[in-house]
């Protein structure tokens, strides 16, 4: 079992940053890809950006030229840095990471980080 730590969240103004990390509670192998997703109340949740084992990450739209995500692979670490924040980013933030073993893929949530901006 892996279990996924996050830290990071908080409450921002709008126009303002924050920096979330998340990290495995042990030293995990085979990592595919770690990434982010979102749930703001009363929406599903959505993918907010995704790293590979390879280094390439996709966004979605709505946090382009905003977000970026990044990872340590010594430290098995993934980082959401979020800038030029709005209120509509306002949400529960999950990380998340695939593992592949032998062909098979593993996915693992995170317990969650509340982001809240607002005035």
């Known amino acids: 079992q892996v279990q996924l730590v996050e830290s990071g969240g908080g409450l921002v103004q709008p126009g303002g940053s924050l920096r979330l990390s998340c990290a495995p509670s042990?030293?995990?192998?085979?990592?595919?890809?770690m990434g982010w997703y979102r749930q703001a109340p009363g929406k599903q949740r959505e993918l907010v950006a995704r790293?590979?084992?390879?280094?390439?990450?996709n966004y979605a739209d709505s946090v382009k030229d905003r977000f970026t995500i990044s990872r340590d692979d010594a430290k098995n670490t993934v980082y959401l840095e979020m800038n030029s924040l709005k209120v509509e980013d306002t949400a529960v933030y999950y990380c998340?990471?695939?593992?592949?073993?032998?062909?098979?893929?593993?996915?693992?949530w995170g317990q969650g980080t509340q982001v809240t901006v607002s005035s």
């Open positions: 998340s990471t695939v593992i592949q073993v032998t062909g098979t893929r593993f996915l693992y």
């Open positions: 790293i590979t084992s390879g280094g390439s990450a």
């Open positions: 042990r030293n995990i192998e085979n990592i595919y890809s």
